[in-house]
């Protein structure tokens, strides 16, 4: 069974940080590039970072130089290293692997307010 579990997720200041961290299970992580999403209220979802199997990573304009997105392919693990955190960080983020069916996580809350 694929399976993707999130943790991590937490009240933080603006101007916080915070590490996200997505186990997977039930397939061969460096196999797959891994994403993260993020999904505000009222807004649609959006991606986040990405991290392909030869471990290139992207980030959305949003995030760039601020988040960092990686892998432990020991612990099968990938990583969202968020820093600098603003409000409009807050959001619901989600661990997404490109499996066949693709594979969610359950979603884990960020909120980012003073």
């Known amino acids: 069974q694929l399976q993707l579990v999130e943790s991590g997720g937490n009240l933080v200041q603006p101007g916080g940080s915070l590490r996200l961290s997505c186990v997977a299970s039930?397939?061969?992580?460096?196999?797959?590039?891994m994403n993260w999403f993020r999904q505000a209220p009222g807004k649609e979802r959006e991606g986040v970072s990405c991290i392909s199997t030869t471990n290139n990573t992207f980030h959305g304009d949003s995030v760039a130089g601020r988040f960092t997105i990686s892998r432990d392919f020991t612990k099968k693990t990938v990583h969202l290293q968020m820093n600098s955190l603003k409000p409009e960080d807050t959001a619901t983020y989600y661990c997404?692997?490109?499996?066949?069916?693709?594979?969610w996580g359950q979603g884990i809350q960020v909120t980012v307010s003073s």
């Open positions: 997404y692997a490109d499996t066949s069916p693709s594979t």
């Open positions: 039930g397939f061969t992580l460096d196999h797959y590039s």
